[in-house]
């Protein structure tokens, strides 16, 4: 089944396994989303991630992360750009999420970073979406 946003699906995925508790998700890969799951470690939101499969059916095996009584690092996620209405937005426009305690995701020419990088390097960009 073909998926018209994949970054989407992405996010639904993690979404319903942090509310249904579960310890890992599986997501179809590709380089757009391995960079998130990169970005979603790097800034704590979960545990780790692996790739793996064969090349043609390759999925990110994402480790998810919660606290001693069991409440998960990632409260909400939310997509901002989808393929029917795609948001741009300068280097000084990149919001901040909830005050600073989450991110936002940003696809700019030199990759997939944070709203926070994105801002340092002066770059902007295409906001995939936010993280809280």
């Known amino acids: 089944m073909t998926v018209s946003d994949p970054i989407s699906d992405m996010l639904t995925r993690v ?8 310890e890992t998700v599986r997501v179809p890969a590709s380089k757009m989303k391995l960079s998130i799951a990169q970005i979603l470690k790097n800034e704590g939101f979960i545990a780790d991630f692996e790739l793996e499969g064969e ?60 709203g926070r990088q994105a801002y340092r390097k002066g770059i902007g960009g295409e906001l995939l979406g936010y993280i809280w």
């Open 15 to 22: 979404r319903n396994a942090v509310m249904a508790q579960h």
């Open 55 to 114: 090349k043609a059916r390759r999925q990110i095996k994402m480790a998810l992360k919660y606290d001693e009584v069991k409440r998960p690092f990632i409260n909400g996620l939310k997509r901002v750009s989808k393929p029917g209405l795609r948001v741009y937005v300068p280097s000084t426009a990149i919001p901040k999420v909830y005050g600073g305690a989450g991110i936002s995701i940003v696809s700019t020419s030199q990759g997939v970073m944070t």
